[in-house]
């Protein structure tokens, strides 16, 4: 019943690429091409250096190199922000295929930039299924059940392609905040509460981030393994307690209080 939605989206796709290519590809080399010249550059000049500098070459190096990369990060990020501003303008005007491609186009250009990971993400797995079906009910009058779950599994999936990208080349550091997104997109859109637990207690571990934390303990009671919840959240609170703020601490301790009185009653 979606051959008419997925053959227009497949066309816009494409016929959208072919404007690309012409529009943004030359400015895009000449942006890495630029990286390149400047990278050969600083690396000779810091090579020509009299035997008294280079005996402090470990400074002059990382300065040198600091200085490369910050001119082509900066041109990097400020190439970017303009993709990221036309995929704003694609995303408000609800255009799947260009969205889609810009978002990848953004953060392939400044793969550092945890912002734009996280934002596309939330625009393909929430946004973009309310796109879907609006565009399904336009068609058919009416999107059944059966289509809205298979509409959520396909933007789950693509979303979990993008945050799975994303971990490999984000700095640790940011981890925790896209395995927190992964779990959110196995629990409400994947329907896969398992999966979601196993990323939310990654989450949790990789960060102290007591939201995840709760968020799994909360799913494992209401699927009825209250001992690995218990054992999990004990666990979690030993770890980290002294990171969390009043409120994370009031809600650990009832949590765990509601923990011990179950226990009693056992």
Same mark, same amino acid.
């Given at each position: 019943?979606?051959?008419?939605?997925?053959?227009?989206?497949?066309?816009?796709?494409?016929?959208?690429?072919?404007?690309?290519?012409?529009?943004?590809?030359?400015?895009?080399?000449?942006?890495?091409?630029?990286?390149?010249?400047?990278?050969?550059?600083?690396?000779?000049?810091?090579?020509?250096?009299?035997?008294?500098?280079?005996?402090?070459?470990?400074?002059?190096?990382?300065?040198?190199?600091?200085?490369?990369?910050?001119?082509?990060?900066?041109?990097?990020?400020?190439?970017?922000?303009?993709?990221?501003?036309?995929?704003?303008?694609?995303?408000?005007?609800?255009?799947?295929?260009?969205?889609?491609?810009?978002?990848?186009?953004?953060?392939?250009?400044?793969?550092?930039?945890?912002?734009?990971?996280?934002?596309?993400?939330?625009?393909?797995?929430?946004?973009?299924?309310?796109?879907?079906?609006?565009?399904?009910?336009?068609?058919?009058?009416?999107?059944?059940?059966?289509?809205?779950?298979?509409?959520?599994?396909?933007?789950?999936?693509?979303?979990?392609?993008? !945050?799975?990208?994303?971990?490999?080349?984000?700095?640790?550091?940011?981890?925790?905040?896209?395995?927190?997104?992964?779990?959110?997109? !196995?629990?409400?859109?994947?329907?896969?509460?398992?999966?979601?637990?196993?990323?939310?207690?990654?989450?949790?571990?990789?960060?102290?981030?007591?939201?995840?934390?709760?968020?799994?303990?909360?799913?494992?009671?209401?699927?009825?393994?209250?001992?690995?919840?218990?054992?999990?959240?004990?666990?979690?609170?030993?770890?980290?307690?002294?990171?969390?703020?009043?409120?994370?601490?009031?809600?650990?301790?009832?949590?765990?209080?509601?923990?011990?009185?179950?226990?009693?009653?056992?």
């Amino acid at each position: 019943m979606t051959e008419q939605i997925a053959d227009s989206y497949e066309g816009s796709v494409v016929s959208w690429r072919h404007r690309f290519n012409g529009r943004y590809l030359m400015p895009v080399f000449c942006l890495f091409f630029w990286g390149f010249i400047a990278d050969c550059w600083f690396s000779h000049v810091s090579a020509d250096k009299s035997e008294a500098v280079i005996l402090d070459r470990d400074f002059s190096g990382a300065t040198m190199s600091g200085f490369s990369g910050l001119m082509l990060g900066d041109l990097r990020g400020f190439v970017a922000d303009m993709f990221w501003l036309q995929t704003y303008v694609a995303w408000r005007q609800e255009d799947y295929a260009k969205t889609n491609l810009l978002i990848g186009m953004t953060c392939r250009i400044d793969p550092q930039n945890e912002r734009m990971w996280i934002r596309g993400g939330d625009m393909i797995a929430m946004d973009m299924v309310g796109w879907k079906m609006d565009a399904y009910e336009k068609v058919y009058g009416h999107v059944p059940e059966i289509e809205i779950r298979k509409i959520f599994s396909e933007q789950g999936r693509l979303a979990l392609m993008h !945050y799975r990208e994303a971990i490999v080349v984000l700095p640790r550091r940011y981890h925790g905040d896209i395995l927190l997104q992964m779990a959110q997109v !196995y629990l409400n859109r994947m329907e896969d509460r398992d999966s979601a637990v196993e990323y939310f207690k990654l989450a949790a571990w990789a960060g102290a981030r007591p939201f995840a934390a709760f968020q799994a303990t909360r799913i494992l009671y209401n699927d009825g393994r209250p001992e690995e919840a218990e054992r999990f959240l004990k666990q979690y609170v030993n770890e980290f307690s002294k990171g969390f703020t009043e409120t994370q601490s009031i809600e650990a301790k009832r949590l765990i209080d509601g923990i011990e009185a179950r226990e009693e009653d056992i």
